[in-house]
């Protein structure tokens, strides 16, 4: 069984930096696309970043652009989101997941597997 577990997530000041983690196991990771999701309160989930297979592609949405960086080690399972210049409206609980092949998409909908999600608080 597929299986996404994400950490790193807290309570931070604006201007602060944060590094989640999601590590992967099961029968996944090494030859899909994965990514980084996020929902605030009352709000849909939407796209942060995706990360291709071999990490040779990467898209940010454009509010994190310049301040997050995702990254993955496919030898140790795990993909990562650097937070940089934390801002309030960052706050939400933050999903990675991966697709079950390795096209490229920027729709929640479209991955089939899902962390439980790692809340992210910055105060102003």
């Known amino acids: 069984q597929a299986r996404l577990v994400e950490s790193g997530g807290g309570l931070v000041q604006a201007g602060s930096s944060l590094k989640l983690s999601c590590v992967a196991s099961?029968?996944?990771?090494?030859?899909?696309?994965m990514g980084w999701f996020r929902q605030a309160p009352g709000e849909e989930r939407k796209v942060v970043a995706i990360?291709?297979?071999?990490?040779?592609?990467?898209y940010y949405e454009d509010s994190v652009q310049g301040r997050f960086t995702i990254s993955r080690d496919n030898a140790k399972n795990t993909m990562y989101l650097q937070m940089d210049e934390l801002k309030p409206e960052d706050t939400a609980v933050y999903y990675c997941?991966?697709?079950?092949?390795?096209?490229?998409?920027?729709?929640?909908?479209?991955?089939?597997?899902w962390g439980q999600g790692t809340q992210v608080t910055v105060s102003s």
């Open positions: 997941a991966a697709r079950g092949n390795d096209a490229i998409s920027y729709k929640p909908g479209e991955y089939q597997h």
């Open positions: 099961g029968p996944i990771f090494t030859s899909q696309t």
């Open positions: 990360i291709s297979r071999r990490g040779t592609y990467t």
